[in-house]
C-alpha cells in the first residue's frame, strides 16, 4: 500500500492511496495516516483512485481518521471510488459518514464551500 500526499494550493490536502486496505496494507500506511491525521488542519481528501480492495480493517482505519479529523473540525471526503470498494463502503455504511465525490475537483469544490461556510459562520 502506498501513501502519498499532495498539498493543492486551494488549502486542501490530498492523500493518493495505491494498493489494498487489508490487514498487509493498513500495516504499512496505519502510522503515517494517524500523524497525519494528528498533524492536520486543512481540509483532507482521500483519493482511492488505486485501491482495489477495502477490508473491514481498512473500513475500521477510515472511520478512526475521520473521527480524529472531525474532533477538530477538519473534515474529510473521499472520491474517485472503484465499483468494488464504493459495494463494501454502502454495506459498510461508512458512506453515510463520510462524503463521497466522483473526482478531486468535486471534492475540493464542497470542501472549500463547506470551509467557507464554516469561516463566515463562525
Given at each position: 500500500m502506498e501513501f502519498k500526499i499532495?498539498?493543492?494550493a486551494i488549502g486542501i490536502d490530498v492523500v493518493h492511496l495505491n494498493g489494498r486496505l487489508?490487514?498487509?496494507g493498513i500495516k504499512q500506511i496505519e502510522t503515517p495516516f494517524a500523524e497525519l491525521a494528528k498533524n492536520q488542519t486543512r481540509p483532507l481528501i482521500?483519493?482511492?483512485a488505486q485501491?482495489?480492495?477495502l477490508a473491514s480493517v481498512g473500513i475500521r482505519l477510515l472511520l478512526t481518521q475521520a473521527k480524529a479529523l472531525s474532533a477538530k473540525k477538519v473534515p474529510m471526503a473521499l472520491c474517485n471510488i472503484q465499483?468494488?470498494?464504493a459495494e463494501t463502503l454502502k454495506f459498510s455504511v461508512l458512506?453515510?459518514?463520510l462524503p463521497i465525490f466522483p473526482d478531486i475537483p468535486s471534492a475540493q469544490k464542497a470542501l472549500t464551500q463547506k470551509?467557507?461556510?464554516?469561516?463566515?459562520?463562525?
Open positions: 499532495e498539498a493543492l487489508d490487514i498487509g482521500l483519493d482511492l485501491v482495489s480492495y465499483p468494488l470498494v458512506d453515510l459518514y470551509d467557507a461556510g464554516q469561516k463566515a459562520s463562525g
